[in-house]
């Protein structure tokens, strides 16, 4: 079945820091999305990348995907206390499958 | 304009009894999917429907049912609970059964002892 891997599982920093996740996968990927949850929280969708070698950016965050679409990244620059979460991948397998696999997450804290 | 809604917020349940919970979409929205998140995982899916059918299922048993009604609003039922079943269960709407953004609501925190 679909493998994806996050890392690092957990990422501390001081506010101002950068931070950057990492989404893996074992099989070519449709597309992917990105999703935050703040501690007590449910999921929130931040982004839906599609294309080989795409990068998108909203505010200090920005999304890439791999040009064998097989890995995915997020990174926030000059980390603020207001970035504090987990932050999941969710991949699409190739081939007309619309099941998500989500990743373990990356928990980011930010301190102060 | 209502975000997606989930009842009951907690429950407490015994080994071997059955539970439902309950969803309604965000407004709009006409497909609901169920996700089960084990503490510290990644959202797992269950199950999604569509036109009051299920459309596509993630790897669980039988156990686990769900329900779509007119109104777009879905029931999940687990039945002869076991403690693994403990979990925040979610439930996610979106526009279509694609690869849509969805719309995660609060969830239920499931507790079975």
């Known amino acids: 079945g679909q493998q994806v891997m996050q890392i690092p599982q957990y990422q501390h920093v001081q506010e101002g820091e950068d931070f950057t996740t990492y989404c893996n996968s074992s099989?070519?990927?449709?597309?992917i999305q990105w999703y935050k949850q703040r501690p007590g929280g449910h999921p929130v969708f931040l982004i839906q990348?599609?294309?080989?070698?795409e990068v998108k950016k909203q505010k200090r965050l920005t999304f890439q995907f791999g040009e064998a679409k097989k890995n995915s990244s997020l990174h926030i620059t000059a980390t603020q206390t207001t970035d504090v979460g987990t932050y999941f991948c969710?991949?699409?397998?190739?081939?007309?499958?619309?099941?998500?696999?989500f990743g373990r997450g990356t928990s980011l804290i930010v301190h102060p | 304009d209502a975000g997606v809604t989930q009842s009951p917020t907690h429950l407490i349940k015994t080994r071997g009894q059955q539970v439902t919970l309950r969803c309604s979409p965000k407004?709009?929205?006409?497909?609901v999917s169920w996700y089960q998140q084990a503490l510290g995982q990644g959202p797992q899916f269950i199950f999604q429907?569509?036109?009051?059918?299920?459309?596509q299922r993630g790897n669980f048993p039988d156990r686990f049912s769900g329900h779509q009604f007119p109104n777009y609003s879905s029931e999940l039922n687990v039945n002869a609970l076991l403690l693994g079943d403990s979990a925040l269960y979610l439930c996610?709407?979106?526009?279509?059964?694609?690869?849509?953004?969805?719309?995660f609501g609060p969830g239920t925190r499931l507790t079975v002892t």
């Open positions: 996610a709407s979106s526009l279509g059964t694609g690869a849509y953004e969805q719309y």
């Open positions: 099989t070519t990927l449709s597309n």
């Open positions: 990348l599609v294309k080989s070698g």
């Open positions: 969710a991949v699409f397998a190739s081939g007309g499958s619309y099941i998500p696999t």
């Open positions: 407004s709009g929205h006409d497909t």
């Open positions: 429907y569509y036109e009051e059918e299920e459309r």
